[in-house]
């Protein structure tokens, strides 16, 4: 059991219909900039920079020998600061059963890009993750049992203690290859994310496509139908169980609670991305979350990042919510 809790789980085996495209959002990604990239390194956590540190000692080429002066005597020159050089963050699956397909590899990493870029730049340079992509149902379920300490009925997790994804061979390979790079990618920038967060935003990026003006983000009708059965049935959890859901919760609410968790947390997180105002309190969160430098207090963070009352976000929310419903 307590390798299980240290594994973000995770899809659930079966879901409802993902055939319907209700509403397509495009999230426009703004290439960096060099202010852009000041501001946002103001949210590095020192776990960051040390990584980031011993990356780019890996990563840094030897400085190449002083040329020598031309004429003896010459006055020394100058010592010029080398301008400080960006490296905008990418995606490397790094395919350690050799079983990724070259096109779904490629299309992975330019969405993980894409997403990296939604993000904000907390992350430079290659980011490479290690992925075990599973084309044997028996020896995925193997692993599972060995992780979990039960067969539990999951397509992917992110393993968390290995620090690598592991794609099941289901039909939903490529979106739980998304779905669990997310994972990797948010621990990254928020460790020890809130459960509604993470899950909550793989749920979303998992049905991202690429546009040559961005990430496309489909909307899936049985989300809305969750969040349907959500309103008539009373609207429990409310927005403050939701902020606060386990991972534990996600998975022991067996499939149809699992699908109603993960509906309202990518709700939120449709929310926030839909409207301007929205993503910039999206990156107020992140910045709380970090300077707390935890994720276990997740409503206490949404209050202090919104500059309302939490009822008054929980209100506009649920409009978002009846937009929704609406078809719009
Ligand atoms: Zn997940």
Redesign the pocket.
């Known amino acids: 059991m307590a390798q299980a809790l240290t594994v973000?789980?995770?899809?659930a085996m079966t879901r409802e219909s993902l055939t319907t495209c209700v509403v397509v959002l495009l999230l426009t990604l703004a290439p960096p900039s060099g202010a852009g990239e000041e501001k946002r390194r103001t949210s590095f956590t020192d776990a960051d920079l040390e990584s980031y540190a011993s990356r780019r000692q890996k990563e840094a080429r030897p400085a190449p020998e002083p040329s020598p002066p031309s004429e003896p005597m010459s006055p020394a020159p100058r010592p010029v600061a080398a301008p400080e050089v960006f490296q905008p963050p990418h995606v490397v699956l790094d395919d350690l059963l050799g079983t990724l397909l070259p096109a779904d590899k490629q299309r992975a990493e330019s969405i993980g890009d894409g997403i990296l870029n939604f993000y904000g730049g907390s992350l430079q340079g290659p980011i490479h993750i290690a992925t075990r992509n599973f084309m044997d149902e028996a020896a995925f379920r193997t692993l599972v049992q060995q992780v979990y300490g039960s067969p539990v009925n999951v397509i992917g997790?992110?393993y968390t203690s290995e620090d690598e994804i592991v794609v099941g061979p289901s039909s939903e390979r490529f979106k739980t290859l998304v779905?669990?790079m997310n994972?990797f990618l948010v621990e990254k920038i928020v460790p020890n994310p809130p459960t509604w967060l993470?899950?909550g935003l793989?749920?979303f990026f998992e049905e991202a496509s690429l546009d040559p003006e961005g990430l496309k983000i489909r909307l899936p009708a049985w989300r809305q139908r969750s969040l349907q059965r959500w309103k008539n049935g009373g609207q429990q959890p409310n927005l403050s169980g939701i902020l606060q859901m386990t991972p534990q919760d996600v998975l022991a609410h067996g499939e149809v609670g699992s699908y109603l968790l993960?509906a309202l947390a990518w709700s939120i997180v449709d929310f926030l991305t839909s409207t301007e105002s929205g993503r910039a309190l999206f990156q107020k969160y992140l910045t709380e979350l970090n300077a707390r430098r935890t994720g276990s207090d997740p409503y206490t963070a949404m209050v202090m990042a919104y500059s309302g009352s939490i009822r008054q976000f929980e209100a506009e929310w649920l409009k978002h919510v009846d937009r929704r419903l609406g078809g719009t």
């Open positions: 973000i789980v995770v899809r997790f992110y779905h669990e994972h993470n899950e793989s749920e993960r």
